[in-house]
């Protein structure tokens, strides 16, 4: 038998929604009331059974009625409060005016078109969704998951990373090619995304399963423009969409496996705890052999928002040499015929034991396999339509000519009455009347700078006569 709700001692609460009172006392200690006891919980309704809704409880006289917020953030029992109704968009966008595709609030996108959803398993690596079932079945990485995303996770990375965050004002080409990525890969809530020169050839996506944030190198925005920058955006939007932001974020604390900082997390979390947990890989080469596996998903994320293979892998190989102007003296081919290379066992025992990163050359041909995967490139075709013409609004448009501060003033007209000569020695210009030429086969004519004597006859196929050589 159960103990009676009646005979269970309730906690005593504040009527006007301060919460719980001090242990031992009677009023509340911020505004003085007398506590009174919390409601009793309600037994589980027999399966079927609707019941009624029940009117609130009464505020007690000069209360003030308290919000949804602060009772659930207060409440002994732990309900979860509803998400709070933004002020600018109200909700799911609904304020907001048709040429508005973010609420510059609560980050809300507005989607590609009209009935617009992509599933992720769409663009999701079928090796990162069963990698990622692994971490979630092991029960001692997922409460350190947990523990890390919600405690200290994403505020300790933002402020680890010396960046600036874009937006409107901001760096706003990157912030509306990094907007139109999202909506393309069907991102419900725009993520921050920061700008860091400590990363420079870098780029991170970091925080939790409900909010995630992304970091781009300094190197990736001076040498990616337009669409290679949309593909390396939308990649990182794949990684949010996917779900690898809580699992980024863990690896980072964890096995210290993505930070080109050095000091107590550079090593990892657990290795400066107990270096012997990851001496077997117990949990290190799960995370590592999954982070490989998402690389791919982000590549086939980026793959499906540009839909253009070729400025794919070309972004790809920059990416891997660091160079856009090194990758115009690169053989292509030469880099095509490594990827078979790269199917060579020790390779991938190379890869499996020292790198969180696929190596480029299989990523190059995973890539290839994609760009024939009917599913994903039937939704990619899906999108171009909309994804170019939006692309094409976001390019700057051309500056026109600086106006010249002073006009400049039409050459007055020719004479009519008079032919122009120039000197056939010092190339000083004349003019010669027609007056002096009537009547005439032939005219000296002595240049006024250098004495030069020209003689001038008459052309009978022309109205005017043409000068001859310089006479001696």
């Excluded at 990622?132 to 990373?161: F, Q």
């Excluded at 190198?217 to 920058?229: E, R, V």
Aim: some cysteine; glycine content about 8%.
């Amino acid at each position: 038998m159960g103990t009676p709700v009646s005979a269970i001692a309730l906690p005593l609460i504040c009527p006007h929604g301060h919460g719980p009172g001090a242990a031992g006392s009677l009023f509340c200690t911020l505004c003085g009331t007398r506590l009174v006891p919390a409601p009793a919980p309600q037994p589980a309704p027999a399966a079927g059974f609707q019941p009624a809704a029940s009117p609130p409880p009464p505020v007690p006289a000069g209360a003030t009625s308290p919000s949804a917020h602060s009772l659930s953030a207060l409440s002994p029992f732990g309900h979860t409060a509803p998400p709070p109704v933004c002020k600018v968009c109200g909700g799911g966008g609904l304020r907001l005016a048709p040429a508005d595709d973010i609420c510059t609030e609560c980050g809300w996108l507005r989607p590609l078109f009209p009935g617009y959803e992509l599933d992720r398993t769409v663009f999701l690596w079928a090796q990162d969704g069963q990698a990622m079932n692994t971490l979630h079945n092991m029960s001692v990485l997922n409460a350190v998951a947990r523990t890390v995303s919600d405690k200290v996770g994403r505020p300790w990375i933002e402020a680890t990373y010396n960046g600036i965050r874009i937006g409107p004002n901001q760096l706003p080409h990157v912030w509306k090619l990094a907007v139109l990525a999202a909506r393309l890969l069907g991102v419900q809530y725009m993520p921050d995304v920061y700008v860091s020169g400590d990363s420079m050839w870098n780029t991170y996506t970091f925080g939790s399963d409900n909010s995630s944030f992304i970091v781009l190198g300094t190197a990736i925005l001076t040498n990616f423009h337009d669409d290679d920058l949309l593909f390396v955006l939308a990649r990182e939007m794949g990684h949010c969409r996917a779900g690898h932001a809580l699992w980024k974020t863990v690896i980072r604390f964890v096995a210290g496996d993505i930070s080109g900082h050095t000091g107590l997390l550079s090593g990892g979390m657990l290795s400066a705890i107990s270096p012997t947990k990851l001496i077997g890989g117990a949990l290190e080469m799960p995370l590592m052999a999954w982070s490989r596996q998402s690389d791919v998903t982000a590549d086939r994320a980026g793959l499906l928002a540009i839909g253009d293979v070729t400025l794919a892998r070309r972004v790809l190989l920059t990416w891997s040499i660091r160079s856009a102007t090194l990758l115009k003296q690169v053989n292509i081919e030469e880099w095509i015929k490594q990827e078979d290379a790269s199917a060579d066992n020790l390779t991938h025992i190379s890869e499996m034991t020292t790198s969180s990163n696929m190596y480029t050359a299989r990523r190059l041909r995973f890539l290839g396999l994609a760009a024939r995967e009917p599913g994903l490139m039937q939704w990619s075709e899906k999108i171009q339509p909309a994804r170019k013409q939006l692309s094409a609004a976001l390019m700057p448009a051309p500056k026109p000519a600086p106006a010249s501060s002073t006009p400049r003033s039409a050459p007055p007209p020719a004479p009519k009455d008079s032919i122009r000569v120039v000197c056939n020695k010092c190339q000083n210009a004349m003019r010669i009347p027609f007056a002096a030429l009537r009547g005439k086969t032939s005219l000296n004519v002595r240049c006024p700078q250098c004495q030069n004597i020209m003689t001038l006859r008459s052309n009978p196929t022309t109205p005017s006569p043409a000068p001859a050589g310089p006479q001696k």
